[in-house]
């Protein structure tokens, strides 16, 4: 069975930091690809970040400088450091894991997803 479980989650002061992890099991040799999303109320689940089997790094451009995305191939964790907190940037984040060697930005690429975990930001 895949699960993926995210964590970390949280209430995160504007201009602080957070760190949420995705640990997965089951199936990992099959996730090539690994990404996060995040879903804001009343929008669309967009990508924020994702490494493929190459370990090439995507980072949409609403967060580079500020989002690190990186994964511990022992552990099948999935991290995304986020930094510089912004409002927009509180939303549900999910991680998501698909087959295949590259990633992609669209949701509907993915298979597998987590569960999500719930970012707010305060003042």
């Known amino acids: 069975q895949v699960q993926l479980v995210e964590s970390g989650g949280g209430s995160v002061q504007a201009g602080g930091s957070l760190r949420l992890s995705c640990e997965a099991s089951?199936?990992?040799?099959?996730?090539?690809?690994m990404a996060w999303f995040r879903q804001a109320p009343g929008k669309g689940r967009e990508a924020v970040a994702s490494i493929d089997s190459y370990d090439e790094i995507y980072l949409d451009p609403s967060v580079k400088g500020r989002f690190t995305v990186s994964k511990d191939s022992d552990k099948n964790t999935l991290y995304l450091q986020i930094g510089s907190v912004r409002w927009e940037d509180a939303a549900m984040y999910y991680c998501?894991?698909?087959?295949?060697?590259?990633?992609?930005?669209?949701?509907?690429?993915?298979?597998?997803w987590g569960q999500g975990t719930q970012v707010t930001v305060s003042s």
């Open positions: 089951g199936r990992t040799d099959s996730f090539a690809c």
């Open positions: 998501a894991a698909r087959d295949g060697i590259y990633c992609y930005t669209s949701p509907n690429e993915y298979k597998f």
